[in-house]
């Protein structure tokens, strides 16, 4: 609780997402986008215009891969980058077809690069398709444009420069980013454990639990809030149940006959113990906070949903 922020400890935006080491990003918005619910759930009341500031104005924060990282660990993800460029984005069969797909597609990779050098920043519709036809892939989904935009930003040849609504604006990393330090994927990904296990505070090696022993372990004040899906604490489900004897799975692409709780569950966390889940949805024409459901040990639900409820209200 302590390493994750949760004791109350948290004062603003940007030391809360440097401890965390990141703030994972999705666009479903059915109470508040994730990256939104995991800073409330450790600060509270706050404007999420800050957010943005510190990423678009301030540059103290950059998004990459649907995460939004400090920017002095850029040079972390820059190794990372540097590691799909030479191997791929993993050792699936996947990135056969994906370098296969970046051969086939070069006239359109050099288009993009060359539209934004010219023109950037772009938002994705702002280019055209130019090789090939538009239809969707019949694995990832997505027409050839899309793919090659996801593609290029992973491997660092384009960088994610703001945002207009939900849609990213694109222009060249060294337009975007500072320069800094290289860093081999060896190193990057001994400090990226590292840091890891520290914003975890627990870990388990072969079946043994690990204590940081920077984090402070004693009692954890008596609040109660409610955690995104997204949330690190519950990231990693066999953790969650292992530590909590929680058991939670998100349920939002089970068939709605086969869920065994909801679309869009949150954990219900009381001091140091994940006591219950609720499923709340926010109905931003009426600023109205809905129960749909609420399963465990709610007792201190009105509590989280009361100032869950004002603080959306407060940003709508």
């Not at 059915?30 to 510190?54: I, K, N, Y």
């Not at 296969?100 to 070069?106: P, Q």
């Not at 519950?234 to 004897?245: G, K, P, S, T």
């Not at 006959?257 to 009426?286: H, M, N, S």
Request: aromatic share 10%; net charge positive; proline share 5%.
């Amino acid at each position: 609780m302590r390493a994750q922020l949760l004791d109350g400890s948290a004062r603003n935006v940007l030391d809360t997402v440097r401890r965390l080491g990141f703030l994972q990003m999705d666009p479903i918005v059915t109470v508040a986008t994730p990256q939104h619910l995991v800073l409330w759930s450790r600060l509270g009341s706050f404007d999420t215009r800050e957010l943005d500031r510190l990423q678009w104005e301030e540059r103290k924060l950059f998004e990459y891969d649907a995460f939004i990282y400090p920017i002095e660990d850029l040079p972390l993800q820059r190794a990372r980058m540097a590691r799909r460029r030479r191997l791929g984005f993993n050792k699936r069969k996947r990135d056969l077809w994906a370098r296969e797909f970046l051969n086939e597609n070069a006239r359109l990779r050099r288009y993009i690069l060359r539209e934004i050098d010219r023109n950037g920043p772009l938002l994705s519709r702002d280019l055209k398709e130019v090789s090939g036809d538009a239809e969707r892939h019949a694995w990832w989904g997505r027409g050839p444009l899309r793919l090659m935009v996801d593609m290029l930003a992973g491997r660092g040849e384009i960088a994610v420069a703001g945002r207009v609504a939900t849609n990213r604006v694109w222009d060249l990393p060294e337009r975007v980013w500072p320069e800094t330090e290289t860093l081999s994927w060896r190193e990057a990904e001994r400090e990226l454990e590292r840091r890891r296990r520290c914003a975890q505070g627990a870990w388990l090696v072969r079946g043994e639990w690990h204590a940081h022993p920077d984090v402070a372990d004693d009692p954890v004040p008596d609040r109660a809030t409610l955690l995104s899906p997204f949330d690190r604490l519950v990231h990693d489900r066999a953790r969650a149940e292992a530590l909590f004897d929680f058991r939670y799975r998100l349920e939002m692409y089970v068939p709605r006959a086969k869920r065994e709780y909801g679309y869009y569950v949150l954990p219900l966390l009381a001091g140091d113990e994940i006591v219950g889940r609720a499923e709340p949805r926010f109905d931003r024409k009426t600023g109205e906070l809905e129960l749909l459901g609420a399963w465990g040990d709610t007792s201190r639900l009105d509590e989280a949903l009361s100032e869950l409820g004002a603080w959306l209200r407060s940003q709508a």
